[in-house]
C-alpha cells in the first residue's frame, strides 16, 4: 500500500511540476500579469474600492473568493492532517 502511495506522489508531483512549464519565467516584465493586470489594480484599486490601501483593495475586493476559498483549503488541510494524527484507544 504504501508502494502504491508513494508512486501516486510522484506522478502527481511530476504533473504539477510538467504543468509549470507553461509559466512565464519569475519576475519577467513582458507577462500578462505585468502588463495588464498590475498596471490596472494600481491605476483604480483604491477609486474602486474605497480600500485604505491597495493590498487590502486586491486580497479583500478584487481577489475575495480566492482569499475565502484558500482559507477554507486550510482549515480542510488541518482537519485530515487531526484526524490522521489522533490517537485512538484500541
Same mark, same amino acid.
Request: aromatic fraction near 10%; glycine fraction near 6%; hydrophobic fraction near 40%.
Given at each position: $500500500?504504501?508502494?502504491?502511495?508513494?508512486?501516486?506522489?510522484?506522478?502527481?508531483?511530476?504533473?504539477?511540476?510538467?504543468?509549470? +512549464?507553461?509559466?512565464?519565467?519569475?519576475?519577467?516584465?513582458?507577462?500578462?500579469?505585468s502588463?495588464?493586470? =498590475?498596471?490596472?489594480?494600481?491605476?483604480?484599486?483604491?477609486?474602486?474600492?474605497?480600500?485604505?490601501?491597495?493590498?487590502?483593495?486586491? &486580497?479583500?475586493?478584487? +481577489?475575495?473568493?480566492?482569499? $475565502?476559498?484558500?482559507?477554507?483549503?486550510?482549515?480542510?488541510?488541518? $482537519?485530515?492532517?487531526?484526524?490522521? &494524527? *489522533? +490517537?485512538? *484507544? =484500541?
Amino acid at each position: $500500500m504504501k508502494t502504491l502511495a508513494l508512486l501516486a506522489t510522484i506522478v502527481t508531483g511530476a504533473l504539477l511540476l510538467y504543468g509549470t +512549464r507553461d509559466f512565464p519565467d519569475w519576475a519577467d516584465p513582458q507577462s500578462p500579469t505585468s502588463t495588464h493586470v =498590475s498596471p490596472y489594480y494600481i491605476e483604480h484599486g483604491v477609486e474602486e474600492t474605497h480600500a485604505p490601501n491597495l493590498v487590502t483593495a486586491v &486580497l479583500g475586493d478584487y +481577489r475575495s473568493y480566492d482569499t $475565502m476559498f484558500e482559507t477554507v483549503v486550510i482549515y480542510c488541510a488541518g $482537519m485530515v492532517v487531526v484526524s490522521v &494524527l *489522533r +490517537r485512538t *484507544r =484500541s
